[in-house]
């Protein structure tokens, strides 16, 4: 059986709502909801003064109606009782402003009344629903994705570069702090990477990445081993963009199911595209552990200054995307479209018209339509995209050998361009084991771990390896004696120079190519494309291809066709198979 | 007889200037002249020190020329000393950055020090000149305007929420605080909407913009109150713009005649759209009380980094347009074009280059026009367009349904459409008694109090009613159960959800809309136009009309004429009665 | 004999690259290099610690080598000790944030502990070099340019006032702090430029800017007097570029050689032509002294978020353009490309790749030409551009006649096309003897000094005055009774209104003109092109032309043909004397 259902906020209505709401759930096959996931204030309206009588009811109406509940810890909303009587565990930004409450998410992690704060009420919770009979999971928190640059988290930050390192020599010499005088003679010298004069440090930018995702996933952990106990399954919902700094592949070891939500910033098939995309992250993450699709949006979202419908039809096609692909479940943020506050333009599954519109009707309807499906199986690909957050925060720099470097960008045509003929691909760390995978995609895996190179060269199944891979080791040190170091045996090739293009040119191939290229000596690879000054754009060296410059998609299908990898898709139409049966989606 | 003249700043100018100044003024018909406005530093050069024999000299010197004042507090600027000696009376950003003087208006107006001083400069001004022969005017300040997040600021916040509303839970309600568990439990926790994490709170920023204008004009009404023996009209100048924090609906009431400053930023006939626009608007606040044009510029004007020159001809153009309006007067900033300063490119009646020059020639041929009109009596429309700053800031929020709705631009489309076509419209408040309008316009009324609604639905002219109106409280909550919540059963409509447009889209009229729609059900309303799905675009209930999406200014203009508003005015000429003449302006 | 070398960091590199080194440089035939730039934290591990032993063997490797050393203090990088242990010596930006180490430049010039630790190892590297026979010259700092806004800063800009004016009555009038309330009674008063609340006062800006680049100065003579008795030359690299807050006329006279750093924004012709244009000012700057190339990129160079690469033979043509314009030698930033740190991708005389490559092959050819060519004599020019920092900030400011007014591209057009010709150009300062040139080209001097006013008027020979010259005095206050004040006479012409352009306009002779435009009437002077409505545009009186609005190159160029300024260049082929030979070049 598959979850549905969304966040469910009661605090926000009075209860005479409350009745109506159970009464829609039901007409709606609604059998999971998230409660709690803002509620602090409301849990805790003083400090240490507790007012639990509100959820009690909230959990027995719920238990009353058949529904479960995925109870959340409300952590990601200190209440503004809190700001005042901790300061210092309020967030401040790289220039030194302390933010105030007032939003979302105005805290620091590495606070320690804050993490005080968070374990009490987490154990206030587990004390007081830990054996409700309605619980049937635990969401810790709300996707964890602050920062801050105080004290506090220079001291964390501290510690953490001690165990990664060990000793301020292996430090220096990972950060080349050789380079501008940035010699540390003292731990207490190193700080976050707050404003400076002029271009920063790569290498500590890159680990204060890493540790801020191992920080917050440190509070996500106190968490979860309070709430252990009582045998439920334990996640946390994974977000994804661009200003996420976390790590999932290290964070997905850490929930019983990987929980993600979705939410496309571009419309029509191109939304349909980020969906597929979401999906096949999570269930990558996931690894074979279950996993779920936590929110999306029923109607209208406010994506980036810019606020997108959804078209009639297109809640169960993004739904069905995600189940086809391998969730447990279907839900959204919020059960219904708040009446006011921060996200009150965010949609509801009862929009502000209510019950009666069309999608609440839509909405309904596709509870029946998940009820209806077969028990599901697993989903498998023949082909995998390597993807990293290291190569992704390593090119998210200034100073770089060129303006426009964009690795998100570089994986999603990957992936955009085999989606589109109906080629199902998995995602894959780059030291995962990927020797089960026919074809496996390296776009711009421009950080790369001695590990990882190894993995690459030990693989024998085809390589399609991207412009800007393999330049740089784990500290964001370029390899030397020629690129991309660590795969110039792998390619049979050494690129002597970078040359970015300041305009377009047309290869050999008749294909345009923009923004990137290089110099490429051939050693053992032949030259399969080449530059109009008859240089070799694009090689191959036995199964290992390597494109050196940036093409647009259908110059980029053309090289995974050639390295064999072409499906057979319709446009706009997708089909996947999950066991016992093939969804098929067809996008307008 | 009409005042004529502008600011006067002889304490920019050696001794033997003013001789010249007194001869030109003469020689150009002034009048009336405004002194010391940014004269602090000069009055008290030091704390508790006075220096009053130069602006003696200046008030004798114009009396003796027959040439009244409007004489000036100077609290616009205080002085450095003051800076140094009440740093917590400086401004604090959003950001948390205390600025530092070094320009004008670098003050907190919440600053027990600073109104300390401001009140004690007032008392010395009426002490020394209230029975001064040449006195005809006080002006209180300048340009009320500036902002500022300190604890002062929080402090005076609070106390006007307390007033406001009465108890925590009244407030908690009104801001929604329930999402994202933003709820107070002491009033202590309040803040101004300093920087925060994330997405603030809409009923919090919009408050704060209401307690702004409060907050200014209770420092002008102090000043005020001080003056008020003098038995002479008191006003402060009232500035137009989007950066301008004051409602002056409820300023108006407070002063003894409306001044306002015009500074149009765009040239040509675009400029006369927008010198009309700002004199109906100034004849509304004022609603029967005199008004008049307290500033414009004489040459070149300094426009959002754009520089911008009157053409000849152009400053008696501008200047009768607000005569023909209603203005008392014709003023200008500034006498003389200052030779240094942060605006020395600002221009004056007398420029750089001098007397010889073809400005002043057009200033003193203005002066000798404006003596030989009639005594001219009132001016009245029949066609009011709803205004409202509480709308306009409630639709000044990040979060909002789309990108790129612009309150100020709705208004200004209604107003430009029948300028154009030579009908004069008045501006109203939404709860304003509008019932002598043949016909009234409402764009975009965002935010509308259960008192404006009702004083919609009692209306019984012609009323046209624009997207985006009536879906919020005055609190800026959702009326639920389907938009425009408060205005469906005038329009006869139901709008069931926002579907904001990508891209523009052809309507069945032929005309052309973007940004905006509406899924709009009838219910009693007909559909006149429609979306090329055929659902209703712009309806009609008997008299009241309902347009869903943003026109162009042809399109809109025709559904003005379809609902009986159609003028006949010829292209560039403006005609507007003011008893007992006709004034015929021809803008090229 | 020419110079031929670099920067060189052995520090960051291990030893056995050193060996490697040294070979290189040989085969490259490289004869000097600049040492220790960045080498402080290095060389003074923690506080009072030295550590010597390192740059002891580099300079011994070095010398018997037969390589010379420019040995630079360090000081344009304080160590992270430094910030820990003087927090006060970090730089504070105008909003009042206090920035952190990690970059490089991270110090207050005006803090006393900055200037003591500077002055100390300097101190340290003269007791322990200054006799090493490899030491041929010292580089003090590096790219002096920083910029803070602290009390230090404040207190030293006071101190600054009060030699510059002597009385408050004097800087008040120079100010024009009669204007918006900005008298200062007290000079405890006065601040730096800090965030404000609106537009800034321009004479306090200026002054500023003054008041740092002889700040910077002063830091940079202490150092120098420290290194003098060792009779060797002594330098500090200048750099070009809008940020760079010096007046490098005021500097040139306290080096022994000036230095350059040259990094063209652009790619091609335009990168020549910017290397021809900073390699006129470096010899002007000069002014007979000897100058040097001491920095250019070798490969690809990261700049302002755009990568641009040397195309193959680019950088011997860059290299000889300076050479032929009278430089004494070719020098690079830095001999090794490095591997880590915030220039990683700044390019090397040897790259990533190592010696085999392109670049490096490049490198050493250069090294042979430089070593061929014959002694080398002195350049000279006839014809002048005035270049004046003063006029260039003035015109650097909020709050001006018109947006987009740009003096930097004013003097660049009138450079550029002159180079375009063929026509050798000096620049000149506005105060400096140019009697010896037979044209002289005055771009946009919009603040012009009374003595340089005069000199204008006593030259003789044939003047090109472009727009906005002459207008403000030496405290950015405007000359008033017509524009240009101070060259009214020189040109025959009184301008009474500036009048901006919003569109193009096409002028009497076919020629557009944009941006700008003048109403101007002739005192003398003849109309040679006209405006659209007949007034005059260009005009000529005497000697002196007068060009009142912004051209394109080539109607530029034809009024410097009509005043008789014409070269006979081919495109793309630059030649140039320097006895005893001519040096051709030929960009692609």
Known sequence: MLWYGGDYNPEQWPEDVWTEDMALMRAARVNLVTVGVFSWARLEPSEGVYAFDWLDKVMDLLDDNGIQVNLATPTASPPPWFSLAYPDALPVTPDGVRLTHGSRDTYCVSAPAYRNKARNIAIKLRERYGEHPALAMWHVHNEYGTSCFCDHVAAAFRAWLEVRYGTLDALNEAWATSFWSQHYSDWAQIMPPRATQYLPNPGQRLDFRRFRSDELMSAYIEQRDILRDTGLPITTNFVFGGWVPVDHWRWAREVDLVAIDDYPSQAG???????????????????????????????????????????????????????????????????????????????????????????????????????ELPELGRVSADVAILWDYEAWWGLDQPGLPAEGLDYLEAVRQAHRVLWRQGVLTDFAHPSADISGYRVVIVPSLFVISDAAAENLRNYQGTLVVGYLSGVCDAHARVRLGGYPGALRDVLGIRVEEFRPLAEPVTLSNGAEADLWSEVVELHGAEAVVRYPDGSPAITRFENAWYVSTRLGDDAYAAVLAAAGIEGTGEPGVEQVRRDPMTFTIRHP
């Open 269 to 371: 098939r191109a939304a349909a595209e980020q969906s597929a995309f979401a999906a096949d992250l999570a269930r990558s993450w996931a690894g074979g552990k279950p996993w779920v699709l936590m929110e999306q949006a029923a109607g209208v979202i406010y994506t980036g200054g810019r606020m997108l419908s959804k078209e009639p039809g297109e809640i169960e096609r993004h739904s069905l995307q995600h189940v086809a692909r391998g969730s447990s479940g279907v839900m959204f943020f919020q059960w219904r479209a708040s009446r006011g506050g921060a996200e009150q333009w965010h949609s509801g599954m009862v929009p502000h018209a209510g019950a009666d519109s069309r999608i609440f009707r839509e909405v309904a309807e596709l509870g029946r339509t998940l009820e």
